[in-house]
């Protein structure tokens, strides 16, 4: 069984930071192409960022690159999420997703597994 959990999510003001972090069990983490996606209130889930298997090879929404920096850790099962520069409309629950492929998108029906999500809220 696959299974994504989420941590990390808070409160924070804008102009802050925030790591959030995805512990991935129950599948080989490094045969999977990771990604983060949100929704933001009254919003559909828009894609964030993903990352290859290796971790040399990633791919970013133009919301938040160079704010956002995704990463993984193979020897730990974890993906990350760095974000920085956060601003009020970064607020939403952000989820990670794993896919079993070798190929970096940015279609979420192209994920197999989710996590069930962690709130971030930024106040002005």
């Known amino acids: 069984q696959e299974r994504l959990v989420e941590s990390g999510g808070g409160l924070v003001q804008a102009g802050g930071s925030l790591r959030l972090s995805c512990a991935a069990s129950?599948?080989?983490?490094?045969?999977?192409?990771m990604g983060w996606f949100r929704r933001a209130p009254g919003k559909e889930r828009v894609f964030l960022a993903a990352?290859?298997?290796?971790?040399?090879?990633?791919l970013y929404a133009d919301s938040v690159e160079g704010r956002f920096t995704i990463s993984r850790d193979n020897t730990k099962n974890t993906l990350y999420l760095q974000m920085n520069s956060l601003k009020p409309e970064d607020t939403a629950v952000y989820f990670c997703?794993?896919?079993?492929?070798?190929?970096?998108?940015?279609?979420?029906?192209?994920?197999?597994?989710w996590g069930q999500g962690t709130q971030v809220t930024v106040s002005s």
């Open positions: 997703a794993a896919r079993h492929s070798m190929w970096v998108i940015r279609d979420s029906s192209g994920y197999d597994s």
């Open positions: 129950g599948l080989t983490f490094s045969t999977y192409v």
């Open positions: 990352i290859n298997w290796s971790g040399d090879g990633t």
